[in-house]
């Protein structure tokens, strides 16, 4: 069952997970309170452990009142935001569906490495059964260090997750690699590897974005379409497991780091790119605007106004990419979008038809909190044998897990 905000956004009501977030010794610790937040904001139980040094850099009362538990440093005293004394490392341990150690020291990655359990976050560690997300975070000499180096690969090894750290100035003052990656992409690691993973060995093609067609060198026509909801199945699928490929027209929002993104610029770019990339698919969903009529020609010199009071821009169809590859698709599954004013589920039908597809995601555009730029979305998914099923404002993020529910239904 679902329940819902009163703005009528849907709400996910799946059973919570935990997350356990292991913070040690590093000046990054601050951004651990966001990372926190980000997985709280999810639905996620969050509880903390922090290190003695890592006290220094952010305070146990900061992540208590966050996650609203206790926060645990030592081996044998329990914690010491509260009094609670019956927590120990196995406790911690068993309850986490995932273990999150942001910043790791390279202290602490080779205690890790080593199987070295000499306080409550290295001891819980060795008692967990649950996956392990490590996020290095040190000054760029102690990270590149053969012996950090190869500790980290004993980590990889041992199966625990490494999130590389990114580049740039170092609190330290030197510049490098060694900064801790940013809050959202922290969460979006841990979200990936504590997802279903129900995708997994299947490709997706995505199309995403509008297309942008030249008129000449200072010109083009274009739609308002922004990418959002390509970039939210781009996002989805990764995080259900998915390999995915994203074609784009020119947008911007980023897309998840695990998807390989192509980008376009026109709608013929973007039809010899879904050519080029349909062998590979076993799904293909396109959510992209393409433009369906472009210039017909383009002026290479800038077209100028001249005393004109009018200018008559000739315009041809483009290709309908989905028309035109109806013959390859085999057992592929194809979906579409249709981005209507009016008459919503009528037109969807037909396109639905016309375009082979196994299903249309049928959008209003230009009703509040609906259609292109817009965080959320609302419509209907419609199916080849008529089922119908009408969804709520809801985000996109979503939206397209309901897509992918049901392609993954097609799919067995
Ligand atoms: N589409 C396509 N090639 C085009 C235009 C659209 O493959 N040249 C795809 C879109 O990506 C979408 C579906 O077809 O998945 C429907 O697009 P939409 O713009 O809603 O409809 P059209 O078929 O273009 O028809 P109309 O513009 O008349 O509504």
């Known amino acids: 069952m679902e329940n819902t905000t009163e703005n009528g956004i849907e709400k996910p009501s799946k059973p919570k997970k935990t997350v356990l977030i292991g913070i040690t010794g590093g000046i990054a610790a601050y951004k651990v309170p966001m990372v926190a937040r980000g997985l709280i904001a999810l639905g996620m139980d969050v509880y903390a452990i922090m290190t003695k040094s890592a006290t220094e850099f952010v305070t146990p009362t900061t992540l208590s009142s966050l996650t609203g538990h206790p926060v645990y440093t030592d081996l044998f005293e329990g914690n010491i935001a509260s009094n609670n004394i019956n927590i120990n490392h196995i406790t911690l341990a068993d309850k986490a569906d995932l273990i999150l150690i942001a910043p790791a020291t390279a202290n602490t990655i080779a205690k890790l490495a080593h199987g070295i359990a000499d306080n409550l976050l290295t001891s819980t560690v060795l008692a967990a059964t649950s996956p392990v997300l490590v996020c290095p975070s040190m000054n760029v000499n102690m990270y590149t ?15 625990m997750y490494v999130l590389e750290p990114g580049e740039g100035e170092l609190a330290c003052g030197w510049k490098g690699k060694g900064r801790l990656p940013e809050p959202e992409r922290i969460v979006l690691e841990a979200r990936k ?12 093609l995505i199309t995403s974005g509008p297309t942008l067609e030249d008129i000449d060198p200072v010109r083009f026509i274009t739609n308002r379409s922004t990418g959002k909801m390509g970039q939210a199945i781009t996002e989805a699928a990764c995080l259900r497991g998915a390999s995915v490929k994203v074609i784009t027209g020119p947008v911007n929002v980023n897309y998840a780091p695990w998807a390989k993104v192509i980008e376009v610029r ?23 605007a393409v433009a369906d009529f472009v210039p017909s020609t383009y002026k290479k010199q800038k ?33 579409g979008f249709a981005a209507e004013t009016n008459s919503l589920e009528k ?19 230009g009703s509040k909190g609906s259609g292109f730029a817009s965080d959320t ?16 404002l809801m985000p996109k993020q979503r939206l397209a897990n309901k897509i992918l529910d049901l392609v993954a239904e097609r799919l067995v």
Request: hydrophobic share 40%.
């Open 303 to 335: 077209i100028k106004k001249l005393n004109s009071v009018t200018y008559k821009l000739e315009l041809t169809s483009s290709t309908d990419i989905l028309a035109s590859i109806k013959d390859k698709k085999g057992k592929k599954i194809f979906v």
């Open 266 to 288: 026109s709608a013929n770019d973007m039809f010899n790119a879904v050519k080029e990339h349909l062998d590979w698919a076993d799904v293909l969903i396109m959510a992209a």
């Open 377 to 392: 979305n609302t419509g209907s998914i419609i199916s080849p044998s008529g089922t119908v099923q009408r969804f709520k």
């Open 145 to 159: 260090n053969k012996l950090t180096q190869d500790n980290i690969s004993m980590l990889e090894s041992a199966g």
């Open 193 to 204: 590897i504590i997802s279903t993973n129900d995708l997994s060995g299947i490709k997706i």
């Open 347 to 365: 037109n969807a039908g037909k396109k639905l038809e016309a375009k082979a597809l196994d299903l249309i995601v049928a959008n209003k555009v």
